[in-house]
């Protein structure tokens, strides 16, 4: 089992920035690949961004590329999204999820542990 719990969510006005973190608990974090995903109401869940277990590949949604930066400490067994330039459209509950694949497993949404989200609003 991977127990995993985001943090660092919360109110933001467009234009700003956020660090979100991921803690991962349980069996070894190093050996899975990272991903975050968000949801707003109404909206089905998307992918945002993922990270092999290496830290060397990276995938992006292309809504975020450029604006958002995932990575990872292995000694610290968490995983960040930084997200900046916000917009509105950004506002979701962010969660974090696991995959003992690779990054394009984690983008295909078949995850095998996910965290319980963090709330990210974006004012205009």
């Known amino acids: 089992q991977v127990q995993l719990v985001e943090s660092g969510g919360g109110l933001v006005q467009a234009g700003g920035s956020l660090r979100l973190s991921c803690a991962a608990s349980g069996r070894t974090f190093s050996g899975y690949a990272m991903g975050w995903f968000r949801q707003s109401p109404g909206n089905e869940r998307e992918f945002v961004a993922a990270?092999?277990?290496?830290?060397?590949?990276?995938l992006y949604a292309d809504s975020v590329k450029g604006r958002f930066t995932i990575s990872r400490d292995n000694a610290k067994n968490t995983v960040y999204l930084q997200m900046n330039r916000l917009i509105p459209e950004d506002t979701a509950v962010y969660y974090c999820a696991a995959n003992r694949g690779s990054a394009s497993t984690v983008v295909a949404g078949r995850n095998d542990y996910w965290g319980q989200g963090t709330q990210v609003i974006v004012s205009s």
């Open positions: 990270i092999g277990w290496r830290g060397i590949t990276t």
